[in-house]
């Protein structure tokens, strides 16, 4: 225990001590963003992934009140299998009393501490846990953001706060084209989140390569990104944001998200339900297709991260 309610597998805990790379993993996508059993199948992929690329998976959740940094399989699982109750209610309702495996935001974790809940982290969370933990990188799918009509609705995701006080880098591909892309990226830059691309020169949308938005910065080399974080942590920064493009586009998604935001204003969908609505909803629309590209560029972003963590780590020694 390094820090108050956080509890660090012993394989996390050693790497750590011996300044080995660690790579932090949300548990949001498995209980809420991808359907089960794919959920668990790709969790394990990305750490694998982690393992593969020379760094160590610590896949972040609350169990029973406690923060777990390292989720063994069998926790993986039970979250994995939790996404079966998720009653896919006119509501859509994934509000924490609602599920046995709530979702939680940096704002939900004392909380569900305090209160022994069991909890899947954001992507925000994870990155407030992470720092506390001394993990430096993690990898997830695509970032929340500023949502479409976030003008009248206030939908401004969480994830957003987070990765401007938390410091983490997060490896994703951009932001999902259910966002408002344009806003998201203004909000980063209001707030002094750096946003890179890595390999690549424009701001992917998730679902595709291309959001139209050029990036001010692109990296080809490890190392260069290894210094960019290093020089930001001896500068008291907060988290980056490094992106990559999808391994596969999933082509005619706009017109699936457009319907799936009608069918959501519809039926009134609000507040931490609307990202697992509609990433259900676009899955169904393209016949499974976006959630192939979804699971293959998690994978992807969990490779670069250990990659990206085996670079920082070695320029500490
Ligand atoms: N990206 C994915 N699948 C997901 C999410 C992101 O590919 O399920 C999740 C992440 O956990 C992210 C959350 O932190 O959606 C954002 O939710 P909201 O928009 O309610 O802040
Ligand atoms: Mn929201």
Same mark, same amino acid.
């Given at each position: 225990?390094?820090?108050?309610?956080?509890?660090?597998?012993?394989?996390?805990?050693?790497? &750590?001590?011996?300044?080995?790379?660690?790579?932090?993993?949300?548990?949001?996508?498995?209980?809420?963003?991808?359907?089960?059993?794919?959920?668990?199948?790709?969790?394990?992929?990305?750490?694998?992934?982690?393992?593969?690329?020379?760094?160590?998976?610590?896949?972040?959740?609350?169990?029973?009140?406690?923060?777990?940094?390292?989720?063994?399989?069998?926790?993986?699982?039970?979250?994995?299998?939790?996404?079966?109750?998720? *009653?896919?209610?006119?509501?859509?309702?994934?509000?924490?009393?609602?599920?046995?495996?709530?979702?939680?935001?940096?704002?939900? &974790?004392?909380?569900?501490?305090?209160?022994?809940?069991?909890?899947?982290?954001?992507?925000?969370?994870?990155?407030?846990?992470?720092?506390?933990?001394?993990?430096?990188?993690?990898?997830?799918?695509?970032?929340?953001?500023?949502?479409?009509?976030?003008?009248?609705?206030?939908?401004?995701?969480?994830?957003?706060?987070?990765?401007?006080?938390?410091?983490?880098?997060?490896?994703?591909?951009?932001?999902?084209?259910?966002?408002?892309i344009p806003a998201t &990226?203004?909000?980063?830059?209001?707030?002094?989140?750096?946003?890179?691309?890595?390999?690549?020169?424009?701001?992917?949308?998730?679902? *595709?390569?291309?959001?139209?938005?050029?990036l001010g910065f692109t990296?080809?080399?490890?190392?260069?990104?290894?210094? &960019?974080?290093?020089?930001?942590?001896?500068?008291?920064?907060?988290?980056?944001?490094?992106?990559?493009?999808?391994?596969?586009e999933v082509p005619g998604?706009?017109?699936?998200?457009?319907?799936?935001?009608?069918?959501?204003?519809?039926?009134?969908?609000?507040?931490?339900?609307?990202?697992?609505?509609?990433?259900?909803?676009?899955?169904?629309?393209?016949?499974?297709?976006?959630?192939?590209?979804?699971?293959?560029?998690?994978?992807?972003?969990?490779?670069?991260?250990?990659?990206?963590?085996?670079?920082?780590?070695?320029?500490?020694?």
């Amino acid at each position: 225990m390094n820090a108050e309610g956080i509890e660090l597998s012993a394989e996390v805990a050693t790497a &750590l001590a011996q300044g080995q790379p660690v790579v932090a993993l949300e548990s949001t996508v498995i209980a809420h963003g991808l359907p089960y059993p794919v959920n668990v199948e790709t969790a394990l992929a990305m750490e694998a992934e982690v393992r593969a690329g020379g760094a160590v998976p610590a896949t972040v959740g609350v169990v029973g009140g406690r923060v777990v940094v390292g989720m063994d399989k069998c926790l993986i699982m039970q979250f994995g299998e939790s996404a079966c109750c998720d *009653t896919p209610s006119a509501e859509g309702d994934v509000s924490p009393n609602k599920q046995t495996v709530a979702k939680l935001g940096a704002r939900d &974790l004392a909380a569900a501490v305090a209160l022994g809940w069991d909890g899947a982290t954001t992507v925000g969370a994870t990155a407030r846990v992470a720092a506390l933990a001394g993990i430096e990188v993690m990898a997830t799918g695509g970032i929340g953001g500023v949502h479409r009509g976030a003008a009248q609705s206030w939908d401004i995701s969480s994830d957003l706060t987070a990765l401007a006080r938390y410091p983490v880098l997060v490896v994703c591909a951009g932001a999902k084209a259910i966002l408002d892309i344009p806003a998201t &990226l203004e909000w980063l830059e209001t707030h002094g989140v750096p946003v890179v691309g890595w390999q690549c020169a424009e701001f992917p949308a998730f679902y *595709t390569a291309r959001s139209g938005r050029r990036l001010g910065f692109t990296f080809e080399c490890l190392d260069d990104l290894a210094r &960019l974080w290093q020089v930001e942590r001896a500068w008291g920064g907060g988290g980056v944001v490094v992106v990559q493009p999808p391994p596969e586009e999933v082509p005619g998604v706009e017109v699936a998200i457009e319907a799936a935001l009608s069918r959501a204003e519809a039926l009134g969908i609000r507040g931490a339900s609307v990202t697992p609505y509609l990433l259900a909803q676009v899955s169904s629309l393209t016949d499974g297709k976006s959630l192939d590209a979804n699971v293959k560029l998690l994978k992807r972003n969990a490779q670069t991260a250990a990659k990206i963590a085996c670079a920082i780590a070695s320029k500490k020694r």
